[in-house]
């Protein structure tokens, strides 16, 4: 039983690097967008414009103050996360996300950890471990790594580039 929950630990492990790594995928995506949008709006209205310096200082701090927080938050933070270098979502959080995007495991992914959680405290250890057995073996063959698709990310970016 126990090299059971070890193996749901490590998928679930797996898919929080996996959870990160997406997000640092679409972050990066998202900040190169920005950056180039916002370069070419500033460019063509002052070609267009010709800004006096007071303008051209605010635009270019404007510029400055908006890549390097967006770089913090899209980019930094998701990479700091995927090489385990500060708070990251628990197995519990990420129970949940797997649980809201796979019908058939919904609750019960967050149910064995909470129910090995209990167990360590419990009278009744063997009753609790066998329900956690039979849990992770309805759950086992789930592939919790199926959210993040880079297709998926692709058919995305293709969706709006479209619109």
């Given at each position: 039983?126990n090299?059971?929950?070890?193996?749901?630990?490590?998928?679930?492990?797996?898919?929080?690097?996996?959870y990160?790594?997406?997000?640092l995928?679409?972050?990066?995506?998202?900040?190169?967008?920005?950056?180039?949008?916002?370069?070419?709006?500033?460019?063509?209205?002052e070609?267009?414009?010709?800004?006096?310096?007071?303008v051209?200082?605010?635009?270019?701090?404007?510029?400055?103050?908006?890549?390097?927080?967006?770089?913090?938050?899209?980019?930094?933070?998701?990479?700091?996360?995927?090489?385990k270098?500060?708070?990251?979502?628990?197995?519990?959080?990420?129970?949940?996300?797997?649980?809201?995007?796979?019908?058939?495991?919904?609750?019960?992914?967050?149910?064995?950890?909470q129910?090995?959680?209990?167990?360590?405290?419990?009278?009744?250890?063997?009753?609790?471990?066998?329900?956690?057995?039979?849990?992770?073996?309805?759950?086992?063959?789930?592939?919790?790594?199926?959210?993040?698709?880079?297709?998926?990310?692709?058919?995305?970016?293709?969706?709006?580039?479209?619109?």
């Amino acid at each position: 039983m126990n090299n059971n929950y070890e193996l749901l630990l490590g998928k679930l492990d797996e898919f929080i690097r996996k959870y990160y790594l997406n997000k640092l995928i679409k972050g990066t995506l998202l900040f190169l967008a920005l950056v180039f949008a916002y370069y070419l709006f500033a460019s063509l209205f002052e070609y267009k414009l010709y800004f006096s310096p007071a303008v051209r200082k605010f635009i270019l701090a404007t510029f400055l103050i908006g890549t390097l927080s967006t770089l913090c938050v899209w980019i930094l933070l998701p990479l700091f996360h995927y090489l385990k270098l500060g708070k990251t979502i628990s197995h519990e959080q990420a129970a949940q996300i797997i649980g809201r995007h796979f019908q058939n495991v919904k609750d019960k992914l967050l149910n064995v950890l909470q129910l090995k959680n209990q167990s360590q405290n419990a009278y009744n250890k063997e009753l609790i471990e066998a329900s956690i057995s039979q849990k992770i073996e309805n759950i086992k063959l789930v592939p919790f790594q199926a959210l993040f698709n880079l297709l998926k990310i692709k058919n995305t970016l293709n969706m709006y580039c479209h619109q």
